[in-house]
């Protein structure tokens, strides 16, 4: 069974991430959701990678704030895809979760997407879009799901347009 595992570097930022399992549960996806640290369950970490390896997991998903190495942890053990989600707090209110994500060494990517809520769901739509590589009936719903945003617009547009 694939699956996309989401893992957080502290309890405290489940209240942003489950933005991303709801976005999964949308679409049906399956996921799993756990805590822990790079830095305080380094053990912990490397032998839940390893594992869910084993048992089907397709991307992982690291949600991390401040020095944020938990994407870059994941990154140095596993060759599946990692999708960096840097979370806000901290005495630069992210900035250093963005920086410590984006920036990694040259062989060891981590997609970055953007702070906070707008990143957690980016992070399960990218992770789809891997998964709707080889999942022809998500690609048609991630397809679907376009053709809905798009006619929102419109619809929103309609609503207070004014043109010559």
Do not use: W
């Not at 489950?18 to 830095?39: G, L, P, Q, R, W």
């Not at 912990?44 to 089907?56: I, L, M, P, S």
């Not at 140095?76 to 920036?103: E, N, R, Y």
Request: proline share 3%.
């Amino acid at each position: 069974m694939n699956f996309v595992s989401i893992i957080m570097g502290s309890k405290s930022d489940y209240e942003v991430m489950k933005n991303c399992a709801n976005t999964f549960e949308k679409f049906d996806v399956k996921y799993e959701m756990i805590v822990s640290s790079a830095h305080r369950s380094p053990e912990r970490t490397k032998n839940y990678v390893k594992d869910a390896e084993e048992r089907g997991a397709v991307a992982f998903i690291a949600a991390a704030g401040m020095a944020a190495h938990l994407a870059g942890a994941l990154a140095a053990t596993t060759t599946k895809p990692v999708i960096g989600v840097p979370m806000k707090g901290g005495a630069m209110d992210g900035m250093d979760a963005m920086l410590s994500t984006v920036q990694m060494p040259s062989g060891m990517p981590v997609a970055t997407v953007a702070l906070g809520k707008a990143g957690a769901v980016n992070s399960a739509y990218l992770a789809m879009q891997i998964l709707a590589i080889t999942d022809k009936e998500l690609a048609v719903k991630l397809r679907e799901d376009r053709l809905v945003k798009a006619k929102a617009v419109e619809s929103d547009s309609a609503s207070i347009e004014v043109r010559l």
